[in-house]
């Protein structure tokens, strides 16, 4: 059974980085593509970001792109999200999973517990 493991997260002021990590376990790692989601207080999830299994191909939704980069290290097990210039409304419960098609969101199936980002302004 994969489990995903998310770190990284924490407060920061506006216009500030951070850099979440996600952990997964078990050895198909490199075969699935990885995503990075997104809930905030009384919203629905939201799709962050998504990286193909190869490293290839990156996907952003339109409020991240230019500030966030996904990555993975098919070697370590582990993908990651660099969060530049942040905003107050990117504050959220962030979650990486595991999914077929890194732009197919119900692709995705297994998901960490979540790492929580605050932004103060």
């Known amino acids: 059974q994969v489990q995903l493991v998310e770190s990284g997260g924490g407060l920061v002021q506006a216009g500030g980085s951070l850099r979440l990590s996600c952990a997964a376990s078990?050895?198909?790692?490199?075969?699935?593509?990885m995503g990075w989601f997104r809930q905030a207080p009384g919203k629905e999830r939201e799709y962050v970001a998504g990286?193909?299994?190869?490293?290839?191909?990156?996907y952003y939704a339109d409020s991240v792109k230019g500030r966030f980069t996904i990555s993975r290290d098919n070697t370590k097990n582990t993908v990651y999200l660099q969060m530049n210039r942040l905003k107050p409304e990117d504050a959220a419960v962030y979650y990486c999973?595991?999914?077929?098609?890194?732009?197919?969101?119900?692709?995705?199936?297994?998901w960490g517990q979540g790492t929580q980002v605050t932004v103060s302004s």
């Open positions: 990286i193909s299994w190869s490293t290839l191909n990156t």
């Open positions: 078990g050895r198909t790692f490199s075969s699935y593509a």
């Open positions: 999973a595991r999914g077929r098609i890194a732009t197919r969101h119900t692709s995705f199936d297994c």
